[in-house]
């Protein structure tokens, strides 16, 4: 188990960032919960005022396994869009998310970014630092 | 001016929580972006999983007072529910953001939550834990 701090945290969005910058995305959705601390600070690195938030909840069936939900599907104005959530770990939540925004802006284009990724997620973000090599707790989890 | 860190934030929420709990929420909404990473710890530490944003963003003309256009208004369906901000400063977000929150959604019962609060704010938070005397710089402001 690794615990995720403050400090690591600040310096995974300054290099995020810097790998961001040239995309220049104009609006970050955050995929909550996961994405929304992440969001926030990437938003005021690369100074995007533009923060909106989509929903994604997983629903466990008798240990089979979980259906996403996603909600609160945002509607979108701009043309380059930053998605945004803390870890791929299976890679469902990023990948029904992105199936669903693209289906309804076809003419934005997206790019995705988590801190974490895991070598087996079906979905790897464009912008992604750390592979996840065992359980990570993050700051904004553990009260 | 105070440095605003991790630590003192986590202390924080956890005291927070303790306030709202008895109000028992079911629906966050923060205020972006600067209540983004409180609605996301209070989301944790309090179990909730619906999170939504609306948009405020204050436009400066000519040095005279601001107008603060605000934008993204979820549409909800649950009856309890809490806004949160990171500061109650003039208080005009808040303010504003309540009026139309309330207007649009006339059956539901709202409270509104902040870090930091000013005395000679217009609004003030129903939960609220430091009052504001200097300039805060907010670890997730800082890069």
């Given at each position: 188990m690794?615990?995720?701090d403050?400090?690591?945290?600040?310096?995974?969005?300054?290099?995020?960032?810097?790998?961001?910058?040239?995309?220049?995305?104009?609006?970050?959705?955050?995929?909550?919960?996961?994405g929304l601390t992440l969001a926030?600070?990437?938003?005021?690195?690369?100074?995007?005022?533009?923060?909106?938030?989509?929903?994604?909840?997983?629903?466990?069936h008798d240990k089979q396994l979980s259906t996403i939900k996603i909600t609160n599907i945002p509607t979108i104005s701009t043309s380059r869009i930053l998605v945004v959530d803390d870890i791929a770990d299976s890679g469902r939540t990023f990948?029904?998310?992105m199936t669903i925004l693209k289906e309804n802006n076809p003419s934005s284009e997206f790019k995705t970014a988590s801190i974490f990724y895991?070598?087996?997620?079906?979905?790897?973000?464009?912008?992604?630092l750390k592979e996840a090599k065992e359980w990570i707790e993050f700051f904004w989890e553990k009260f």
């Open positions: 690794i615990e995720y403050c400090k690591e945290f600040k310096r995974d969005v300054v290099s995020l960032s810097s790998d961001i910058r040239s995309f220049a995305p104009q609006t970050i959705i955050a995929i909550a919960r996961g926030h600070s990437l938003s005021q690195s690369l100074d995007i005022r533009d923060v909106q938030v989509i929903s994604a909840v997983s629903y466990s990948k029904e998310v895991k070598k087996s997620s079906i979905f790897q973000p464009d912008f992604r």
